[in-house]
């Protein structure tokens, strides 16, 4: 297949920069802080505004009742299953303007570009901005798409509840999105792809000097919460072979956390304790209790339950030799995703003819994505995979991320040209 791009495509790259800068400018903390937490003011405030492009592009839109936004441009074979582009907008505390936002923003001057030269699509392109990727308001990630995709049973997630106990079905009724979750879930096939543009958030692209990284794996993770109950007391008074140290206990298992990881034969294993907690949180007092959160993914499935059941056991060994108890909880643990080999490739020979009919630079390698995305859930519904794009230091999820403008561009023409050729397929 030649290159899906019609002689007349022009990337317009000035708008493309300047919604970006926009869109950063809604946000609940001052700039260059991106903030945007799900249904907060500053969330829904940046969910009409890209409703609003979408619609000046000529796209239709509607949102689900999980809160997914849905732009679609109609195909001349409109019954035929759609192609699916997009990523997310919510932002966790403390972020930058680039992640997600580039796979929605991308994926609309990718659709507007086509437009403009003329393309006519086959299959209809849908543009999603997706609930939640982040796990901020309810300690759960990629909320929409995994309803989406059928990982989370709808009844189920109307109950979660946030720090205050307000429900999911709370915040999306209050936010506008009072329908019934069961028409969320969508039937495998109803895409005939997924693609998503997104920052790599890690140091490989810049660092070998590549445009471009194919997604082949995604990894998953098994996140874990464990609450500690040891004894309190006078830090004075209680002698230290008398004590049960909750914290101690907790940083003894954060070490097991990370042996576990260092233990697989694998760098695709990482393990993280990202929240410890402990009370009651004084100098002079013994820690009574501890509550952590631990991360645990890998690309490989079992590779990472082995790991996690090695950590299980030093948290039994380690409370027990201690005299502290414990409660473990599997928050979720989501498989991994393998994303399709003929996108791969549709993606590889797209860009082999940018580079021979555009001369446009356009260097690239396959890649595995160690954080995970909206396209782990997608994988349920539809073949997938992930266009990457180098990030400055490989830095995420802080105010100095950032994506050269060079480096955003080139993969809105790559998303663009596999859009294209996907979308004309018969």
Known sequence: MGLSLPAGFTLDGTTIHHRIAALAAVSESPAPVVTRVLFSEADLAARRLVADWCREAGLSTRTDAAGNVFARWEGTEPDRPPVATGSHIDAIPNAGRF??????????????????????????LELIVFTAEEPTRFGLGCLGSRIMGGALEP??????????????FEWRSGAGCPGD????PLEPGHYAAFVELHIEQGPILEREGLDIGVVEKIAAPAALRLRLTGEGGHAGAVLMQDRHDALLAGAEIALAVEQAARDSSSPDTVGTTGVFRIGPGAINS????AELEIDLRDTDLPRREAARAQIERAVAEICGRRGVGFALETINADPPAI???????????QMEEIRRNRRRRC???????????????MARVCPVTMIFIPCRGGVSHRPDEYAAPEAIETGVTVLAASLAALASET
């Open 99 to 124: 992640d997600g936002v580039v796979g929605v923003l991308g994926g609309l001057a990718a659709i507007e570009a086509l437009r403009r030269a003329g393309f006519r699509p086959r299959r209809s």
């Open 181 to 184: 979750l069961a028409g969320v």
């Open 363 to 377: 260097s690239s390698r396959t890649m595995v994505s160690r954080a995970y995305h909206d396209t782990l859930f």
């Open 155 to 168: 009844a189920a997630a109307d109950r979660l509840a946030d720090g205050a106990g307000k429900t999911f």
């Open 339 to 349: 994303c399709d080999p003929g996108l791969i490739a549709e993606i590889m020979s």
């Open 286 to 289: 013994v820690p009574a209790w």
